[in-house]
Nanobody
Framework: QVQLMESGGGSVQAGGSLRLSCAASGYTYSQFCMGWVRQGPGKEREGVATIDSDYSTTYTDSVKGRFTISRDNTKNTLDLQMNSLKPDDTAMYHC?????????????GGQGTQVTVSS
């Protein structure tokens, strides 16, 4: 059974940092693209960052230069280092594993961890 458990969310002031972590279990995900998606209040779900099986990464424009995604295939974990946080980053952040072969279709998602950034 696939399980994704996010942690690391919290409340910070603008300019602060948080590190999100996702522990994946139930399978070996080294061949899958993994990523983070978020949904803020009154906003649509948005892809934040992805990291493919070859460790190539993508970021949505609004977080480039501030967020860093990483993975540890030996531990089946996925992290998101978030620096210089802005109020617009306030959202529920979900860990995601994409269907094999790409970073387009989410196959599994976690329950999420809340990030709140105050001005």
């Amino acid at each position: 059974q696939v399980q994704l458990m996010e942690s690391g969310g919290g409340s910070v002031q603008a300019g602060g940092s948080l590190r999100l972590s996702c522990a994946a279990s139930g399978y070996t995900y080294s061949q899958f693209c993994m990523g983070w998606v978020r949904q803020g209040p009154g906003k649509e779900r948005e892809g934040v960052a992805t990291i493919d099986s070859d460790y190539s990464t993508t970021y949505t424009d609004s977080v480039k230069g501030r967020f860093t995604i990483s993975r540890d295939n030996t531990k089946n974990t996925l992290d998101l280092q978030m620096n210089s946080l802005k109020p617009d980053d306030t959202a529920m952040y979900h860990c995601a594993i994409y269907a094999l072969g790409g970073c387009d279709t989410i196959a599994w998602g976690g329950q999420g961890t809340q990030v709140t950034v105050s001005s």
